[in-house]
């Protein structure tokens, strides 16, 4: 699932941390959810092609997904689905990578004071083919898939891919933005993926601001 891989890209191994901070790691990783139901045919745009409804409330054998839709009560535009969806979302999808074996939560102190945690990841194959994967696409060795391409351009719209891979900030950033404009994915996915990718910058925006 996209978000499992997202979420794997988002911890530091060293530090233990999300490298991009709380609230853009949940913007994106509601972005990589809603691309999912969106994938799975459960959610679709409308005829006007401005908001995301189910139209299968089939459930998914997925509690992440699951939990999602059933989010959905209404019609509603991309940056609206994102921040509805984003709500304890980190944690679900981090429950699911230790449910996988693919990750293991630790206590830790913040100034050796305040309780938080640390995240180490347990199963290397997995963390260490997704990073292979999407890093060769954001340093230019290979083209985007549509997983790659995907999660390359979630993590360029909260502005991350800096974050997560070594290199120059501006060349990412540049290759980033060619790639989430790029013709990686067929036409219903691709605009799909540009809505969510809207929808997760004017969410992230609009947190940064308070709103």
Do not use: C
């Amino acid at each position: 699932m996209l978000h499992d891989d997202l979420m794997l890209l988002f911890i530091d191994q060293r530090t233990g941390r999300v490298r991009s901070g709380f609230s853009p790691a949940e913007n994106a990783l509601a972005g990589a959810v809603l691309i999912e139901l969106v994938n799975s045919g459960r959610v679709a745009f409308e005829p006007n092609g401005k908001k995301l409804q189910v139209v299968d409330p089939t459930p998914l054998n997925d509690p992440v997904l699951y939990e999602a839709m059933s989010r959905f009560d209404r019609p509603m535009r991309p940056q609206r689905a994102v921040e509805r969806i984003r709500k304890r979302l980190q944690d679900n999808v981090i429950a699911r990578l230790v449910d996988r074996g693919a990750v293991r939560v630790e206590p830790r102190k913040v100034l050796g004071i305040f309780p938080a945690k640390r995240y180490v990841i347990t199963d290397e194959r997995a963390h260490g083919e997704v990073r292979e994967a999407v890093g060769e696409v954001a340093a230019g060795h290979r083209g985007a898939d549509e997983r790659t391409g995907a999660l390359i351009t979630l993590l360029y719209a909260v502005d991350a891919v800096h974050r997560v891979f070594d290199g120059d900030r501006r060349e990412l950033k540049k290759r980033a933005k060619g790639i989430a404009a790029g013709n990686w994915a067929g036409d219903a996915v691709r605009r799909a993926v540009a809505a969510v990718q809207a929808g997760v910058a004017a969410a992230a925006t609009a947190a940064a601001s308070g709103e």
